[in-house]
T-cell receptor, first 116, second 112 residues
Framework: GNSVTQMEGPVTLSEEAFLTINCTYTATGYPSLFWYVQYPGEGLQLLLK?????DKGSNKGFEATYRKETTSFHLEKGSVQVSDSAVYFC???????????????FGKGTLLTVNP | SQTIHQWPATLVQPVGSPLSLECTVE??????LYWYRQAAGRGLQLLFYSVGIGQISSEVPQNLSASRPQDRQFILSSKKLLLSDSGFYLCAWSSYSNQPQHFGDGTRLSIL
């Protein structure tokens, strides 16, 4: 079946530091990949997505590139802010080929804390 | 634009009591609908999903059930809550398969 592995953290950074959260996946065919962010007490918000190999998703200074050769979708940001403190989830939506296209498979989430 | 509403935001229930959580989506038709539970460890567990009225797929056997009486309404129910049902319940929708899911604000359920 499909699976997503991401670094669990927690990750603690100072403001303006560089952020990387690693995410690798296992899936049949050609999944779509997503990063979601969850602020305390709230639901998940879609941060960015990529639907095919070599696509780069970007939003709010965050970016991630769909690397099929390494089955990875690492999240990066050049300069984090205190307001970026949240839990980040990597997720994939499976390929039509195995019928898993209706479901999202999530990683366990990475807690990011940014200190001023 | 599309919006998703979940209620209530918080709920405290005694063990053995019934449960009904409601989710509605506006601004789209025939969405895929989902119920997730998020336990204290932050991971998300897919409970049910629906691709149409009356069509429910269950992912995890448990004492919960789901129903979709209308196109944009998704209800999570239980006849008798257990302590282990405590958690943060999230509803989500997507326009069609392989597309991003969009989440509601969640319901925090505490069982006493």
């Amino acid at each position: 079946g499909n699976s997503v592995t991401q670094m669990e953290g927690p990750v603690t950074l100072s403001e303006e530091a560089f952020l990387t959260i690693n995410c690798t996946y296992t899936a049949t065919g050609y999944p779509s990949l997503f990063w979601y962010v969850q602020y305390p007490g709230e639901g998940l918000q879609l941060l960015l997505k990529a639907t095919k190999a070599d696509d780069k998703g970007s939003n709010k200074g965050f970016e991630a590139t769909y690397r099929k050769e390494t089955t990875s979708f690492h999240l990066e940001k050049g300069s984090v802010q205190v307001s970026d403190s949240a839990v980040y989830f990597c997720a994939l939506s499976g390929d039509l080929i195995d019928g898993s296209n209706y479901k999202l498979t999530f990683g366990k989430g990475t807690l990011l804390t940014v200190n001023p | 634009s599309q919006t998703i509403h979940q209620w209530p935001a918080t709920l405290v229930q005694p063990v053995g009591s019934p449960l009904s959580l409601e989710c509605t989506v506006e601004g789209t038709s025939n969405p895929n609908l989902y119920w997730y539970r998020q336990a204290a460890g932050r991971g998300l567990q897919l409970l049910f999903y629906s691709v149409g009225i009356g069509q429910i797929s269950s992912e995890v056997p448990q004492n919960l059930s789901a129903s979709r009486p209308q196109d944009r309404q998704f209800i999570l129910s239980s006849k008798k809550l257990l302590l282990s049902d405590s958690g943060f319940y999230l509803c989500a929708w997507s326009s069609y398969s392989n597309q991003p899911q969009h989440f509601g604000d969640g319901t925090r359920l505490s069982i006493l």
